[in-house]
Each structure stands twice: as C-alpha cells, then as structure tokens.
Nanobody, 114 residues
Framework: VQLQASGGGLVQAGGSLRLSCAAS????????MSWYRQGPGKQRELVAV???????NYADSVKGRFTISRDNAKNTVYLQMNSLKPEDTAVYYC?????????WGQGTLVTVSS
C-alpha cells in the first residue's frame, strides 16, 4: 500500500491550498481516510476524517475552513484548506485504515506566512 501526499507549499495567511492523497493497492471508498498534521514542536493531531460511508468529521480548529473529500474514480482523497492561518503551518499526513490495518503516507509541508 502506498499513500502519496502532495499539494503542500507556501501560502499567505487567508490563502488556500488543496492537498491530495493518492492511494495505490488500497481502495479509498471502503477505507477510513484521514488527514493529520504536526506543527513545529507539537504532537501530531487529527485534522479531518472521511469514513467509508462518506461521513466527515473535523477538528474544531479547522471547522468551516477545511473540507475533506474523495474521488473514488481517482482513488484519491483531498483536503481543501481555505482561510489559512499561520497556526495551520505543519507537515500534513494522509492516513488510511482498511481491514483494521493502518497506513501512513509521507508528509507534505504547508507553510502559512503572516
């Protein structure tokens, strides 16, 4: 199983970015897919999750600004991030749970300048 995260970069506060997580040898539509992040000097935290039934949940800090979605045809999960704040600066990781097995992708760095 491979999870390929991309889309990170440098953006000014108030800007937007879209992260992608492309999965191989794993089917996103039947998996519990989530995005985590780890900021400088902080522990890794859950940002958003989309379940196999397409229900979604978000950390309070990103509600109303971030949207998690998936494209079953492309076997890819997205994280649309709007109204970015400097405190959103972190390495963002894609995580998948399928048949009780947990898989992590490599991180993609998001830097939000003030």
């Amino acid at each position: 199983v491979q999870l390929q995260a991309s889309g990170g970069g440098l953006v000014q506060a108030g800007g937007s970015l879209r992260l992608s997580c492309a999965a191989s040898r794993l089917v996103v539509s039947i998996s519990n897919m989530s995005w985590y992040r780890q900021g400088p000097g902080k522990q890794r935290e859950l940002v958003a999750v989309i379940s196999s039934d397409a229900s979604t949940n978000y950390a309070d800090s990103v509600k109303g600004r971030f949207t998690i979605s998936r494209d079953n045809a492309k076997n890819t999960v997205y994280l649309q991030m709007n109204s970015l704040k400097p405190e959103d600066t972190a390495v963002y990781y894609c995580r998948a749970v399928q048949y009780a097995r947990v898989y992590w992708g490599q991180g993609t760095l998001v830097t939000v300048s003030s």
